[in-house]
């Protein structure tokens, strides 16, 4: 059984336009939530974190919310650009480090020039 | 600057054949992990290892091994390939030093089993 959900494969959005990737989670022992960006023939590379102890977590164009209530969490891109089509994992751990992951599916972001 | 490789881009192997895949990284990690990435599946942990000599199975370690020898090699092995392991195998490091640690992944290994 997925942990870590994400369900939409893929999301289109216009450039300079936001976009929302969405992911759920149904371990409650997660405590650690991490965004995961990965181009074609490349690895994974990290994108941003965020602790259950906080709510938002902004760095740039990117910020993660999370809803512990809800077990969810967001990342919005705004202004989003056409090299941010890639796709997008979320992550999560139960340890409080990245000792100790699991990935969701992914969702293929596509920006439109 | 943080660099992890993988010793192979590409590789096209049998069935039966036994493979090594070599990952290394040179930022002194004590953890190190092997994924398959698959379609819809996304990445899921096959082995891990917190130190050398050590090794613990992830979600799907049937049909693989790893070795750690050296702090800074991690090396999965496919005893007999088999086509259902055509896949990306990508291999990542962290730290424990900073509790708030990201793993740090290597290009890939885009492996097909004929």
């Known amino acids: 059984d997925q942990q870590v959900k994400q369900n939409s494969p893929s999301l289109s959005v216009q450039e300079g336009r936001i976009s929302i990737l969405n992911c759920d989670y149904t371990?409650?022992?997660?405590?650690?939530f991490l965004w995961y960006k990965k181009y074609p023939a490349e690895g994974p590379t990290f994108l941003i974190s965020?602790?259950?102890?906080?709510d938002k977590n902004e760095d740039g164009r990117f910020t993660v919310f999370l809803n512990k209530s809800a077990k969810h969490l967001s990342l919005h891109i705004v202004p989003s650009q056409p090299g941010d089509s890639a796709v997008y994992f979320c992550?999560?751990?139960?340890?409080?480090?990245?000792?100790?992951?699991?990935f969701g599916s992914g969702t293929q972001l596509t920006v439109l020039p | 600057d943080v660099k992890v490789t993988q010793s192979s881009r590409y590789l096209v192997k049998r069935t039966g054949e036994k493979v090594f895949l070599e990952c290394v990284q040179d930022?002194?990690?004590?953890?190190m992990f092997w994924y398959r990435q698959d379609p819809g599946l996304g990445l899921r942990l096959i082995y891990f290892s917190y130190d050398v000599k050590m090794k613990e199975k992830g979600d799907i370690p049937e049909g693989y091994s790893v070795s750690r020898e050296k702090k800074e090699r991690f090396s999965l092995i496919l005893e007999s390939a088999s086509t259902n392991q055509t896949s990306m195998y990508l291999c990542?490091?962290?730290?424990?030093?900073?509790?708030?640690?990201?793993?740090?992944f290597g290009p890939g290994t885009r492996l097909l089993v004929l």
């Open positions: 930022m002194d990690h004590e953890n």
């Open positions: 992550a999560a751990s139960p340890t409080g480090s990245a000792r100790q992951l699991t």
């Open positions: 965020i602790s259950s102890i906080k």
């Open positions: 371990n409650s022992m997660f405590d650690y």
């Open positions: 990542a490091s962290s730290s424990v030093r900073g509790a708030r640690e990201t793993q740090y």
